[in-house]
């Protein structure tokens, strides 16, 4: 491999499949890989969670292990029974700092302590179109500065605790009528309007990492943000002041494996803005790891993307896995406080009946 093609694999967030890490990971871990994506196929128990991060770590300590961890209907911990933890739409509907900041920091420990380093969480989009079908209940709520308050306090429990924080989806998923699983949505409102406040509040509170939308702003572009220079550069970067990780959504959903392909997203991705690129939800074999890679290397070669660009997106993966590695992990996740928050948020209306 040369080096083109190490920077390109740093920048790669690939999935597997199975409980235990096949030979391709461990050996692309072992060579500079950026990281690995978990899900709920990969999560049989806390302790076999444990032991696979230990066995991946030791390939490579620098290894960005990343996992969906959101509360509520969002979790890889507890997907065979449920989370523990309510939703961003039962802690929007308290609207507690302290208590958000506390959920967010149990569900950190128990990351930290099963050897993940980045959550892909909390959701800051403002879910302002009631039809919403990929948001909803995973937004903190209707209203920007509710939303802003409650991703702040998540972001700061989360990495209280020792993991790294990536708000999603950039700039705004909340006002689409489709899902980018699925469709390539798009959005009409300018962002400015109260979409963005929350992205800015994560970043104030010191988020390390933050996941593209693939979607269309009109007012802003007309490709899909994750592929776009001006949302992931000129309003992330310049705008909004954003030193961190730009993680890319899951570049085999639809909305761009549809459009301009995953290869060629891959690549635009990158020129965009976005550092570090996921796959494997769907495709999870290391033929497209390796599709990628080489994509991104001809890329390079070709001139398309400039060698300046690959070592920087690099450079911020190796940033945030130096991060983790400085975090005292002390804490004890409390699923106790999961149902504290539970109980918070139930809300009843209509008459009590007599008896």
């Known amino acids: 491999m040369d080096s083109i093609q190490r920077l390109a694999d740093r920048c790669l967030l690939p999935g597997f499949v199975g409980t235990q890490p096949p030979d391709w990971v461990l050996r692309r871990a072992a060579a500079g890989l950026g990281g690995v994506c978990l899900y709920a196929r990969n999560v049989r128990s806390t302790s076999q969670l444990r032991a696979m991060s230990e066995r991946l770590h030791i390939e490579n300590a620098g290894l960005v292990i990343a996992i969906d961890e959101e509360g509520g209907d969002v979790t890889r911990l507890e997907a065979a029974t449920g989370s523990s933890y309510p939703?961003?739409?039962?802690?929007?509907?308290?609207?507690?700092?302290?208590?958000?900041?506390?959920?967010?920091?149990?569900?950190?420990?128990?990351?930290?302590?099963?050897?993940?380093?980045?959550?892909?969480?909390?959701?800051?989009?403002?879910n302002s179109n009631p039809i919403n079908p990929v948001i909803g209940v995973r937004a903190f709520g209707p209203e920007p500065g509710l939303v802003a308050r409650q991703t702040a306090a998540w972001v700061e429990g989360l990495q209280g605790a020792g993991v790294a924080a990536c708000v999603k989806h950039f700039p705004g998923h909340g006002a689409t009528s489709l899902d980018s699983h699925l469709a390539l949505p798009v959005v009409d409102e300018d962002p400015h309007q109260g979409a963005l406040e929350p992205f800015s509040a994560a970043i104030a509170a010191g988020v390390r990492a933050v996941m593209s939308a693939h979607i269309v702003v009109p007012t802003i572009d007309a490709v899909p943000g994750t592929i776009s220079p001006k949302v992931m550069t000129s309003l992330l970067r310049r705008e909004l002041g954003f030193q961190g990780l730009a993680v890319s959504d899951g570049l085999e959903m639809r909305a761009i494996a549809d459009g301009v392909g995953i290869a060629e997203g891959t690549v635009l991705a990158l020129t965009a803005g976005c550092d570090l690129l996921c796959i494997g939800g769907g495709l999870a074999g290391e033929d497209i790891a390796i599709a990628l890679r080489d994509a991104i290397a001809a890329a390079v070669k070709a001139g398309r993307v400039s060698e300046e660009r690959l070592a920087e997106a690099a450079a911020r993966v190796d940033a945030l896995a130096e991060w983790r590695t400085k975090q005292v992990v002390a804490a004890v996740g409390d699923r106790a406080v999961g149902l504290a928050a539970a109980r918070r948020a139930v809300r009843a209306e209509g008459q009590r009946s007599s008896s």
């Not at 961003?88 to 308290?94: E, F, H, I, K, M």
């Not at 990351?111 to 959701?123: K, R, S, T, Y």
């Open 87 to 126: 939703g961003n739409l039962a802690l929007g509907a308290v609207d507690d700092f302290e208590l958000t900041r506390a959920v967010a920091g149990s569900i950190g420990a128990e990351l930290a302590a099963a050897g993940i380093d980045l959550d892909l969480a909390p959701v800051a989009d403002v």
